[in-house]
């Protein structure tokens, strides 16, 4: 059964660092590429960005300056850091598993923006 | 970026008559391959979006017959037939053939 759950902070402050976990179980990250992708309150779907199953990246260029993305594949752990958060990066963030589409997607963590 | 631009529905729909859901791309999804590089998903309310349909009209694992996908190049859509309570939600397009991945707005889906 493949599960996938996010974790992060909840509130972060503007100007400062977002980081988020990625747990999966059921499926190989040296097999399976993770993707992030987040959705502001009653908005549609933004993908932030992509690790590849041999560690390779791809980021949304919009958001590429702020974004990293990485893993430990020993923990079947997947890490988002964003870095100079606004007030408009409040959102419900996702991680989802597939290459071309997203087969298994995380029950999201919710990352409020604010002093 | 390609842009992808839903159609809305004229809710409410009622149970048990069909609805289409229209999605347009600006670059044709159609690859040299013969695929066309489509996506489509359920967001039910409260919940994580579900793979519906992908390479515009095969059906996900698990996923009704009810749910069938169609296009062109740069038109799409998405049809249910015989709508019933749990296909509410907000329906959206996805295309895979250029990054960054983009998605549609959505089209929201209420049952009468």
């Known amino acids: 059964q493949v599960q996938l759950k996010e974790s992060g902070p909840g509130l972060v402050q503007p100007s400062q660092t977002l980081s988020l976990t990625c747990t999966v179980s059921?499926?190989?990250?040296?097999?399976?590429?993770i993707n992030w992708i987040r959705q502001p309150p009653g908005k549609g779907l933004e993908w932030m960005g992509v690790?590849?199953?041999?560690?390779?990246?791809d980021y949304n260029s919009a958001i590429k300056s702020r974004l990293s993305i990485s893993r430990d594949t020993s923990k079947s752990q997947v890490f988002l850091k964003m870095n100079s958060l606004q007030t408009e990066d409040t959102a419900m963030y996702f991680c989802?598993?597939?290459?071309?589409?997203?087969?298994?997607w995380g029950q999201g963590t919710l990352v409020t923006v604010s002093s | 970026d390609v842009v992808m631009t839903q159609g809305a529905l004229p809710n409410p729909v009622p149970s048990g008559e069909s609805a289409s859901i229209t999605c347009q791309s600006s670059?044709?999804?159609?690859?040299?391959?013969?695929?066309?590089?489509l996506n489509w998903y359920l967001q039910r309310p409260g919940q994580s979006p579900q793979l519906l349909i992908y390479?515009?009209?095969t059906r996900a694992s698990g996923v009704s017959d009810r749910f069938s996908g169609s296009g062109s190049g740069t038109d799409f859509t998405l049809k249910i037939s015989s709508v019933e309570a749990e296909d509410v939600g907000v329906y959206y397009c996805?295309?895979?053939?250029?990054?960054?991945?983009?998605f549609g707005g959505g089209t929201k889906l209420e049952l009468k």
């Open positions: 059921g499926l190989s990250l040296t097999s399976n590429s």
């Open positions: 996805q295309q895979f053939l250029d990054y960054p991945r983009t």
């Open positions: 670059k044709s999804l159609l690859h040299s391959n013969g695929k066309t590089y």
């Open positions: 690790i590849w199953s041999n560690g390779g990246t």
């Open positions: 989802a598993s597939g290459n071309w589409w997203f087969a298994y």
């Open positions: 390479w515009m009209s």
